[in-house]
C-alpha cells in the first residue's frame, strides 16, 4: 500500500484528498468530494460535490479512491486562505451537468487510498501516517539528535504530532517533558500520554508557578533541555524557554496559539538559541522516492498507536447539500478547539 | 600592543577597565577607577574613585594602565544589572585610607592599556578593537558566509558594528543592504555610511511604504538576502524579514529596540528561517589566545575607519566627586539616544 500512497503523493500532487474517486464507472454517488470554489471559513465554505468519472490520469499518474480522509488542523488553514501553500484549482470534477463555481478546490492532504499491497497498518494508522508521525519523526532526526536517556521537551503535547513524538521518543529510550492546556480532566490527559510513553507532562499554568518550575529545573530538566519542539508559539513558549540548555534548539512546527514567536532577544545573544522550523511537505519535495518509501516503512514498522479519532460516515444516499452541512459542522466543532480528535472523512459507495 | 591586550583579557578577567592604574608608586591621584557599589541607572549610580597603586598581581597576571576606555552600549546594560554576564566585585581598590561601600565594581569592557609594542594603529582604533569589530568580522564569517557580490542586510547599521560590518563587507565586494532610524539630517548620515562603503541604506519608515519595499525586492534583493544581522528587534527586524531568502540566518547581536524578537511562526516553518545569536565574550571564551591574535591581527590590518568619537578627558587633578559628575552627565546624554559618537575616557595623571 505505501508505495502506491508515496506515488500518488508524487506524481498526483494535484490530486485531491478530501474525495472519493471509484475506477468503476457505474457507480455515481460515491463519486464525491469536499469543495471550495472561494477561500473563508471552513465551516461556511466547503461544498460537497459528486461528479462523474475522472477522465484517464496522464503519465505517470494514478487515479485513486480515498477510503478515509483526515481532516488536519493545516488543511483547515489553506481553506482560510492562512496557509503557506496555495491549493490547486481542479476542473476535471465539474465537467459536464455540473455546475460548481469555477475555480474550484477540494480540501484535505493525507489520507487513504486504494491499496495494492497491505503492510499490516490499521485503517485509520495508514490513513494518518504520511503528515503527522513523519513530522514528529524528522523532527527527532533533523536538528539535535537526542540519545537514549536525553530529555525532548514539547507544547502542545497532545496533538497527532506530539502523541507521535512521544510515542517515537519512547521506544528509543529518550525523555519527554510534555506541556498541554490545563482543562476539567487533566489527570485522564496526563494519565493518556503517559500510557502512550510520556515521562512528564505538566500544563501551561504550571509555568507561572515559581516553585514548579524551580521542581522542573530541579529535578527534571537540570542542565536544560538541547531540543524543544513547538506547535503553539506566544506567551507558553516564550515561559518553556527558561527550561532549555544553552545552545538548544527550538523547531516550530505550528502555531495554534495563533501568536507569533515571541522571544527575548537575549537567548539568542547569551544563551545560543537556535530557531528552526520544520515542514513535512517541504521534506518530501526535498528527498526522492526511496527516502520517502524508507521513512514510511520504518513508521509502519513503529506501530504507533492510532490517534483517538471519530470517523464521519458520508453516506452514499445523501445530497451534496447534506453531506455539507455534515462536515461544515464538525469542522464548526473542532474550530472551536479542544475537540481533541482527529476527524476522518469515510465517503460511502451509494448502493 | 595586541598579545598584552589579549593577555590581560584572558588572565585579568576581573581588571576593570574604565579605570587607570600606573605601575610606578608615587602618583596618587591618576590611580583612579569609575565605579558602583549598586546596580541603576548609570547617570545615577557611578563615582568616580582615586585609589592607592594595586598589590602585585596574582601568576600569569598583569596590572595594566589604561589609556583610553570607550563606554560601549553593553557597559551600561551591565551596570543596570540587564546584561546577561554579571560584574565580579573589586575589593583592592578600596583598601586603606579609601571607603568606598563594599562590594563595587568598576564598569568598562575594553580599552587601550599600556602598551609593549606597536602595530600602527590609533589610540581610538586600540581603544576600541577588541568588541565591535570582532564581533562584525565573526558574525560575517561564523553563519553563511557571504561571498562576493553576494547581499547582507542590517539594522542599526550606524552602530560601531554595522560601520564595521559595513566596512568589512566593502573590502571583500559583499554587498551591504542598511537600515537606520529616520532623522532630519537622514541624508548626511546615509552619505557618511557610503563613504564606508555602505551599497544601499533605508530607514525603518521606508519598510512601511509598500512601493519602497517592491522596488527594493526587484532591484536589490531579488530571491532575498541569507544572511541578516539584527542589533534592534520588535518591529523593524519583522518588517526586514520580508526582505531574507528561504533558508536565510538572522544573527541576532543587540535589541536596542528593547522588544523582543517578534517573528511569525510560519517564517520558520515554510521559509526554513533560522535564527541565531552572536556574543564577543562567549567567542574569546571559546578560543585560545592563537586564534584571538590572529583576529587582532586580520582586524588591525583591515584599517577600518575610527568610528565617529569623543574623548572625555579626566583631569587628574580633579576631585572624584568632580570627574563622577562629568562621567555621569555624558552618560545621561547616551542614554537619551541618538548621541552617535562612541565616547572614550581618558584618565589625566595628576601633575
Chains 1, 2 share one sequence.
Not at 500532487?13 to 468530494?33: E, F, G, Y
Not at 480515498?66 to 488542523?73: F, H, Q, W
Not at 513524538?165 to 496526563?190: H, Y
Not at 515521562?199 to 538541547?226: A, C, P, R, W
Request: hydrophobic share 35%; glycine share 6%.
Amino acid at each position: 500500500m505505501l508505495p502506491s500512497i508515496r506515488c500518488r503523493r508524487t506524481n498526483l500532487i494535484r490530486r485531491p484528498c478530501l474525495s472519493a474517486r471509484l475506477s468503476t464507472s457505474s457507480v455515481l454517488l460515491a463519486n464525491r468530494a469536499i469543495v471550495y470554489s472561494s477561500f473563508g471559513n471552513p465551516s461556511e465554505v466547503l461544498s460537497a460535490i459528486t461528479y462523474p468519472d475522472l477522465p484517464p490520469p496522464p503519465s505517470k499518474s494514478l487515479n485513486v479512491k480515498y477510503i478515509l480522509s483526515p481532516i488536519n488542523p493545516a488543511d483547515l488553514n489553506v481553506i482560510e486562505n492562512k496557509y503557506h501553500s496555495k491549493p490547486s484549482p481542479v476542473s476535471s470534477l465539474s465537467e459536464g451537468r455540473h455546475k460548481f463555481p469555477e475555480p474550484h478546490y477540494v480540501g484535505g492532504n493525507e489520507g487513504l487510498a486504494e491499496v495494492t499491497e497491505s503492510v499490516g497498518l490499521s485503517e485509520v494508522n495508514a490513513a494518518t501516517i504520511t503528515v503527522n508521525p513523519p513530522t514528529a519523526y524528522n523532527m527527532l532526526h533533523s536538528f539535535v539528535e537526542p540519545k537514549e536517556g536525553d530529555l525532548v521537551m514539547q507544547n502542545g503535547a497532545n496533538s497527532a504530532v506530539g502523541q507521535a513524538v512521544i510515542q517515537i521518543a519512547a521506544r528509543k529510550g529518550i525523555r519527554t517533558l510534555n506541556f498541554v492546556r490545563n482543562r476539567p480532566d487533566i489527570d485522564s490527559l496526563k494519565n493518556y500520554l503517559q500510557s502512550l510513553g510520556a515521562t512528564h507532562v505538566f500544563t501551561y499554568d504550571d509555568l507561572k508557578d515559581k516553585e514548579t518550575v524551580q521542581n522542573i529545573k530541579t529535578t527534571i530538566t537540570k542542565k536544560g533541555t538541547s531540543l524543544m519542539l513547538n506547535c503553539v508559539s506566544g506567551e507558553p513558549t516564550k515561559d518553556m524557554t527558561r527550561l532549555l540548555a544553552d545552545s538548544a534548539t527550538l523547531v516550530s512546527y505550528g502555531a495554534m496559539s495563533k501568536q507569533p514567536l515571541i522571544l527575548p532577544t537575549s537567548l539568542f545573544i547569551f544563551r545560543d538559541l537556535r530557531c528552526r522550523g520544520f515542514w513535512q511537505s517541504k521534506w518530501y519535495e526535498e528527498h526522492s522516492i526511496q527516502q520517502r518509501e524508507e521513512l514510511m516503512k520504518t513508521l509502519a514498522e513503529l506501530k504507533l498507536r492510532e490517534p483517538e479519532y471519530e470517523i464521519l460516515n458520508l453516506k452514499g444516499t445523501a445530497s451534496d447539500e447534506e453531506v455539507a452541512q455534515q462536515v461544515r459542522s464538525v469542522i464548526a466543532k473542532i474550530q472551536e478547539g479542544r475537540y481533541g480528535r482527529k476527524v476522518l472523512l469515510r465517503f460511502e459507495p451509494a448502493q
